[in-house]
């Protein structure tokens, strides 16, 4: 399992280094710049009143923008969908990558038990997915004493952790879906909806509440984003992590029953011994 | 001489959705032998070797490797194995010697350097290059190695010789050669009869999933059939020869015969003894040619000829 877990997690290095540098060059400019916008308040606010009813109410309520929390989660509000595309591509590409490739069967004809390889991997991503998170937050974090945010690196760590839960939930949906679907590339197509969809679907119930409903099953609406930094809304983030562990325990069980394919192989059966 | 088999298999299914690709195949691979097992594309041999490694799964019968039940006991069993894959695939983001101590790590560490090293430069392979750079040749190469390199009990190979050139074929031949007189067994898969009549002492011939032969490679070629020309040295009524028991008379011309001669040739020596006989040339035909018999006009059901 370790040897699996080096090996993976060195493959991810680029990931981790790509994506986390990438949001922490956003925080470095979004959280100075913050001092800018709270000069301009008066006059961006007669702005703001100007624009659609409906287009505010799709954005958040836009009069929270002048706060800490607001302005924070109006970008980072869209983070999952962004980082979610790493979340997609890497949870389906876990196994099934190697495997449609054919990589994988020479790896499990070494001594390496399915459930090893399945962990080690597993472990590699949720500590990759951390890592960007670490990285981001870092970048979040590192100019908050010489701006008005008035928000310790403790607070900015919340808004990410609620990001984490999120990427952790579509990675393993990606996961499990990979080893359902036929190929790895529609297991992320079908992951991507759920994550695009789970956003606007999110974002539209505040202006059609007849959409609260399907927006309640869906990841997104359980994302505090910037609005984190008041506080956790602790049922939320462990619903999220449980939520992700039944999928991975989906996966594993899914992966000791499956029949490892060969370059080129699919179909749409379900694996069963 | 062990009499435990390195490998045996009973009836074994594995279909694929609706398409069966073993039907109750039975084999038997004795420990310390090399056995060449030959079949078209689609026969069932990479499916066998893939079950028996439990990467796939049988749907029916049951299979030991080294006496032990690979669905059971998989990291028992692959720890004793050696594999090569038909499809190799490789990592391209590392060289062969990074992707070799990968794989060296997760059999635990236990492998020789120095013998990996020998085994690289017996077959002309350069462990500092990147994978993305090599042949296909030369990422073969790599599959043997790794294959080898930790002194495996068995040997499972799915075609060894694929996209090498024939030097490099007859030199993996060799390290075959050489792993079973280190005791080792070795059961492989091949396209190419010829290298399987040199190298293995039996031969096992599937067929639409079911083993149709099992033979030694001698016995096999020596109990097909032999085609026999016979020249005169004047005209004689070859027609009495076809009454003689396994001889067939192909075609006859007045100063000669061809004949296809199955079993024992002592009853045609004999009946030819009594006329003037100028020239007789005998043809053994190659494994190759006993093998597409079964494919080429062979018995359908499956049945040992």
Redesign the interface.
């Known amino acids: 399992m370790g040897t699996e877990f080096r090996y993976t997690l060195n493959r991810f290095r680029g990931q981790i280094l790509g994506w986390g540098l990438s949001i922490a060059a956003l925080g470095l400019f979004l959280v100075p710049f913050y001092d800018v916008f709270a000069e301009q308040k008066e006059g961006l606010l007669q702005l703001l009143e100007s624009y659609p009813k409906g287009l505010m109410a799709f954005f958040g309520d836009m009069t929270e923008f002048f706060s800490p929390a607001g302005y924070l989660d109006t970008y980072l509000s869209y983070l999952p969908v962004i980082v979610g595309i790493f979340a997609v591509l890497g949870g389906s590409g876990l196994l099934a990558g190697d495997e449609e490739s054919g990589r994988l069967d020479l790896v499990l004809a070494q001594p390496v038990g399915r459930t090893a390889l399945f962990f080690g991997r597993l472990a590699a991503f949720v500590l990759t997915t951390v890592g960007i998170m670490a990285i981001s937050w870092f970048g979040f974090s590192v100019t908050l004493g010489s701006t008005a945010l008035e928000m310790t690196w403790g607070q900015m760590a919340l808004p990410f952790i609620t990001l984490l839960a999120q990427m952790l939930l579509y990675g393993m949906l990606a996961l499990a879906l990979s080893l359902v679907l036929p190929s790895r590339r529609l297991a992320a197509s079908a992951a991507g909806l759920v994550l695009v969809a789970s956003y606007f679907l999110s974002s539209l119930s505040r202006i059609n509440k007849d959409l609260r409903v399907v927006a309640q099953l869906l990841p997104h609406d359980y994302y505090q984003g910037g609005k984190a930094v008041a506080g956790l809304n602790l049922t939320w983030l462990f619903g999220l992590l449980a939520a992700s562990a039944v999928l991975a325990l989906l996966a594993w069980v899914l992966f000791l029953r499956r029949d490892i394919r060969v370059s080129g192989e699919g179909g749409w059966r379900l694996p069963g011994r | 001489m062990p009499t435990e088999a390195a490998l045996s298999i009973q009836g074994l299914f594995k279909s ?2 609706r398409v069966p690709a073993l039907r109750g195949l039975d084999l038997e691979v004795k420990q310390g032998e090399i056995l060449g097992f030959l079949g078209p594309n689609g026969a069932g041999k ?1 499916t066998t070797i ?1 079950c028996l ?1 439990d ?3 049988p749907d029916g019968g049951t299979i030991r490797v080294l006496g032990l039940d690979p669905q059971a006991q ?3 069993v ?2 004793r ?1 050696g ?1 090569l ?7 391209d ?1 590392t060289t062969v010697e990074g992707l070799l101590r ?2 060296s ?4 560490g236990r492998v020789d350097w120095t013998y990996v090293r020998e085994l690289a430069g017996r077959l002309e392979l350069d462990l500092k290059r990147p994978l993305k750079n090599l042949s296909k040749g030369n990422k073969q190469k790599v ?1 043997v190695v ?1 294959a080898l390199m930790h002194r495996p009990e068995l040997l499972l190979l799915d075609e060894p010789t694929a996209g090498l050139d024939p030097l490099m074929q007859q030199e993996v031949l060799k390290l075959l050669r050489e792993a079973r007189s280190n005791g080792a067994t070795v059961f492989f898969s091949s396209h190419i009869i010829s290298e399987v009549e040199e190298v293995a002492e039996r031969v096992g011939i599937i067929r639409q999933g079911r083993l149709v032969e099992m033979a030694q490679v001698a016995a096999l070629v020596h109990r097909a059939l032999r085609r026999v020309t016979v020249r005169f040295r004047e005209t004689v009524d070859a027609g009495a020869l076809a009454g003689l028991p396994g001889v067939t008379v192909l075609s006859a011309e007045p100063a000669g015969v061809t004949l296809q001669v199955q079993g024992e040739m002592d009853g045609l020596i004999k009946a030819l003894a009594a006329w003037p006989v100028v020239d007789m040339e005998t043809v053994r035909p190659s494994l190759e040619e006993v093998f597409l018999a079964y494919y080429q006009g062979g018995p359908a059901s499956g049945e040992v000829r």
């Not at chain 2, 894959?85 to 990592?91: K, T």
């Open positions: 694929y959705g990479t893939r490694l990467l796939i799964r998989p990291v028992a692959k720890a194995c594999y894959p038909g499809e190799l695939a490789l990592q983001n990968y794989l790590r997760l059999r635990g599959g790794q």
